[in-house]
Each structure stands twice: as C-alpha cells, then as structure tokens.
C-alpha cells in the first residue's frame, strides 16, 4: 500500500513538472511576444506623431482653405493615436504584466517540485533500508516498528505542512 501511494506521489509528481516546464516555456514565449507587439505598436504611435506634426508644418504654409482640410485631418489622425495611445497601456497593464508575474510563480513551484522530490528520494531510501531490515531480521520486530513509526510520523508532519 505504500508503494503504491509513493508511484501515485511519483506520477502527480511528474505531471506537475511537465506543467511547470509547459508553463515556463509557453508563457515566457507569449510574454516575449506581447512585449513586442506593445513596442512596435508604440513605436508606431510615435511615428504617427511626428506625421501629425509635419502635416500641421506644412498645413501652416499653404492657403486657408487647404490649412484648414490639413489641419481637420491633422486633428482627426491625432486622435486614432490617442486609442493608439490607450491600446498600448491596455496591453501593458493587462497582458504583459500579468504575463511577466507568472515568471516568479512558476519559479516558486520549481522550487517546491525540488524540494518535493528531495523529500521523495530521502523516503524511497528510507523504504530501501526498511525493505533490507526486514530481509536481513525479519524476526527483529522492534527496529521495525520503531522505524515505521518515525517514517510515519516524519510523513504525517509533511502532509501537515502542505
């Protein structure tokens, strides 16, 4: 029965960390990607300002009638760029942010996988050396118990922690 509860650990064990090695890999990906978009989408927000600027320079220059067309479109362009503008800091506050957190969380869970399968190991060595106990005196009932009660009580303090 023990056995069994330590290849159900061991399984549970290994389907976390091909989800935290999924995680890492795809977020950090799509992190990446977001924060690119976000820059050259800003950078084109910029680009859009100074063809705003030129277009009012020149507007200055020409009749009034063509001024006033220049500097109607001028203001109309302004304004896309404000949404421009508003799409960036949407992105950044509710994509790439929350993306970029998932860094420290997904390093947090390594660190716990590690720690769980160190505790795994300790334990599986521990059952070696109950397993060879037994094989060598099966009739020295007292370092058995006595072992099994402190592997029990080691265990029931780690189902207590987590």
Known sequence: MLRRSLE??????????????????????????????????????????????????????????????????????????DYRQAEVERLEAKVVEPLKAYGTIVRMKRDDLKATLTARNREAKQLTQLERTRQRNPSDRHVIVSFEFWSLKKCLRYAVQN
């Open 8 to 81: 159900n650990r061991d399984a549970q064990t290994r389907q976390l960390q091909d989800a935290v090695t999924n995680v890492e890999k795809h977020f950090g990906e799509l992190c990446q990607i977001f924060a690119a978009y976000v820059r050259k989408t800003a950078r084109l927000r910029d680009k859009a300002d100074l063809l705003v600027n030129e277009i009012n320079i020149y507007a200055s220059t020409e009749t009034p009638h063509l001024k006033q067309g220049l500097k109607n479109f001028a203001d109309e362009f302004a304004k896309l760029q």
